[in-house]
């Protein structure tokens, strides 16, 4: 299948190289891109600075794709995965037991795949995802959590093979002025959504990190769909 994928950044990168970047993002080392134009714009700009959505033309035939929003995963699989990468502000017993049994229950072999889509852990989000190993929020409340400020998805080209299949087809500047306040409106629309409403929006049979420990609940418990 024919894909455009874009990847925001302060510079224009016609070639990326395999093997160079941030080991510690979402889902480890690799390119990270959208499907969505104004996503890599927002992405691509700071608060002072221009920035590039830069273009891409890729051919997934042949390649292996983890769809980590797939019906397949729970949202709990996502976290395992980003447990495993991000760094997280381990401040409790509860904390550091919940991400030794989701890395144990709910690991994913991310790394065998070429490309990796699912949520992207933006500074609101990775907030929410820290907020369930610590026991406050629930399975239910961190899904829809995730959906709030419709933030998309991310599109991460993770092997080699990946990188050769990706064809640069151009860039369009983004403007400070103009994707710096969209990117703050959206941050601040899901953190906005979140505290007034799904933080607080206990619900009966809400299935807490507490819960999923003491039952020993692994990935095939219909509570956690």
Known sequence: MKKTIYHGSNKIIEKPFFGF????????????????????KEWGVSKDADGYANIYKIDTKGLTLLDLNSGEYTILHWLSVLLENRIFDITSALAQESKDYLLKNFSVPYKDYDIITGYRADDSYFSFAQDFISGTISVRQLGN?????????????????????????????????????????RDKSARRQYFDVERNKRQRGDLYMVQILDEEIKADDPRLR
């Open 21 to 40: 970047g941030k080991v510690k993002n979402d889902y480890g080392l690799g390119f990270y891109c959208t499907e969505e134009l104004d996503m890599a």
């Open 145 to 185: 959590a995730m959906r709030l400020g419709k933030l998309g998805t991310q599109f991460v080209l993770k092997s080699k093979k990946a990188f050769d299949a990706i064809k640069f087809s151009g860039y369009e500047t983004a403007k400070a002025d103009e994707w710096f306040s969209k990117k703050e409106s």
